[in-house]
């Protein structure tokens, strides 16, 4: 589960939690000394190519080691590449017991406030833990920008130490945990900037866990009517206002689409609203996220391959849900609603079938022919619901299409919208966040594909561009409104670990979501 961290500061001026009390804390530190002074178990230095062959960290830890390090870098083929480490006794040489390289790749690039930093100080943190290091300090080189490196760090760190395992009654649930993790940035903030850093990384990295706890759960026990319960729990804690629909209020309001993916499953669906509303507000944003907490295909069932992870289909509510709660507990001078239709879509006697023609909520009616292709009705009625908060920018998450990941891998989210700005401004923050994503267009031509004779559209068309077809069907229910939509299939869960990100759900999107918000409000 997840492991918070306690913020302090290497001056001993502390920063109180907001988060949850854990017996199991990690004090995270930023200290402005010399790493190679740190009394810990371990030591980290992330490193690049470059910083093999320069005078830095790696060089003056030679020195005083008596070319133990160079030796170990020779013996162990290290190259500085990303995803390699090298862990070696200091014999004495250092106050460190042990010190560790951690590879970033070409240049110097572990300066970098982003992808790169994250990864190496999740992996400082993973190394921790395998070696049963207690105390651990943790290192880079070069690179502007000290507070926004020192942030990263701060996220990968704490990324890197979250874990799922409740449900583990074996020697894996007895991994040692890290103790104390202090942070030794090149060129430190001062106290107030590093102490502002820690506080945004606190409140992002909590959200993703939120999201990823959410996700990594079973779909038997992470029903609509539970996540509604712990994003409601959440919300009203953050000073959020909670709106819970249960079926018969959303047929009330003509959810047709919605309601039709609900009907095969015994679970009862929620529609749920967080509304984060200021005193003062500089712009109203609407985030919806597909919440389909399992999906079998329907009618259109999936192979059993196909339905092993399914549970992770409601990954884009869990990220949207755990960004609306971080922006109120950060009070950040923006409206921000977010929208999670939840359902599970199963086969069962009452399932929509193919050949239906069904009623959205604002008005259209879709004919379907593929009920596997669920996640896009879901959204259309949420969207409708959206535009009805009048909002400056809506912008959706879904784990919506194979097709994505075909196009893009597992590790690009696409991104697909009707206004340049937004799109832009949302890469920007995504940038920023270290999460891949990639502009995907929507051609009007391929539009043709979701023609109906019987209907306004058909919730599929043909597979070539399925990626962008189901773009063109949400660019339906958004009008002009600005919309971007991110298709998060791929990255929204992990088949192995890597550095800050482990197996299984990844939070994707949540900290992109937050540094948006948090952009819009400046």
């Known amino acids: 589960m997840t492991l918070p961290l306690r913020w302090a500061l290497g001056n001993g001026a502390a920063v ?19 790493p190679l002074d740190s009394q810990v178990d371990l030591l980290v230095i992330a490193c690049g ?65 982003g992808r790169a930093l994250r990864i190496a100080a999740g992996t400082a943190v993973r190394l921790g833990v395998s070696v049963g290091a207690p105390r651990v300090a943790f290192t880079w080189t070069g690179g502007a920008g000290a507070t926004a490196a020192t942030e990263a760090a701060a996220e990968g760190a704490r990324l890197g130490a979250y874990r799922f395992d409740k449900y583990l009654t074996d020697e894996r649930s007895q991994t040692t945990s890290l103790a104390a993790l202090t942070l030794y940035p ?73 309601l039709a993916v609900a009907q095969g499953s015994a679970e009862e669906p929620r529609f749920v609203h967080l509304a984060w509303s200021p005193p003062t507000s500089r712009k109203r ?10 999906d079998s295909g329907g009618l259109s069932i999936k192979t059993n391959e196909g339905m092993l992870d399914m549970k992770t289909d409601m990954a884009g509510a869990a990220a949207v849900l755990a960004a609306a709660v971080a922006a109120a507990e950060e009070k950040l001078p923006i409206e921000v609603h977010a929208l999670a239709a939840c359902t599970e879509n199963m086969p069962s006697g009452s399932s929509y079938k193919l050949g239906d023609v069904l009623r959205s909520l604002d008005g259209k009616t879709v004919e379907i ?4 292709a669920e996640g896009r009705l879901t959204l259309a009625d949420a969207l409708t619901f959206g535009l009805r908060l009048q909002p400056d920018a809506v912008l959706d998450f879904a784990t919506l299409t194979g097709a994505c990941v075909v196009a893009l891998g ?49 919730n599929t068309g043909e597979r070539w561009g399925g990626a962008l077809t189901a773009g063109l069907f949400l660019k339906e229910f958004v009008g002009n409104v600005p919309w971007v939509h991110v298709d998060i299939a791929g990255p929204a869960s992990a088949s192995k670990e890597q550095g800050h990100v482990g197996k299984g759900a990844t939070g994707f999107g949540v900290i992109s979501i937050l540094n948006y918000l948090r952009r819009s409000a400046a």
Not at 203 to 219: C, G, I, K
Not at 285 to 294: P, R
Not at 369 to 372: F, L, S
Not at 418 to 445: H, I, K, V, Y
Request: charged share 20%.
């Open 16 to 34: 109180s939690p907001s988060a949850e009390p854990d017996p199991a804390m990690l004090e995270l530190a930023v200290d402005n000394g010399d």
């Open 49 to 113: 190519e470059a910083d093999l062959a320069g005078a830095g960290h790696l060089e003056r830890a030679d020195l005083r080691l008596g070319g133990l390090l160079k030796r170990a870098i020779t013996d162990e083929r290290f190259r500085a590449r990303p995803g390699q480490s090298l862990i070696a006794h200091t014999h004495g040489g250092l106050p460190a017991v042990r010190i560790g390289l951690v590879g970033v790749g070409a240049g110097a690039a572990a300066g970098a406030p």
């Open 186 to 258: 090149p060129g430190p903030p001062d106290a107030a900037e590093a102490a502002t850093a820690l506080a945004r990384a606190e409140t992002a990295t909590r959200a993703v866990a939120r999201a990823r706890d959410l996700v990594n759960e079973p779909a038997g026990v992470m029903t609509p009517a539970r996540i509604a319960d712990l994003a409601g729990g959440w919300g009203r804690q953050a000073g959020l206002v909670v709106e819970v629909l249960d079926r018969a209020a959303c047929a009330k309001l003509g959810m047709g689409l919605f």
């Open 285 to 294: 944003v609407v985030l919806v996220g597909k919440g389909v907490t399992f």
């Open 369 to 372: 022919n593929n009920t596997d």
């Open 410 to 458: 597992p590790y690009t989210a696409g991104v697909m919208g009707n206004d340049e700005s937004l799109a832009t401004a949302f890469l920007a923050a995504a940038e920023q966040s270290g999460e891949e994503m990639w502009r995907l267009p929507l051609p009007p031509r391929l539009a043709e594909q979701l023609k109906s004779e019987i209907a306004d559209l058909k």
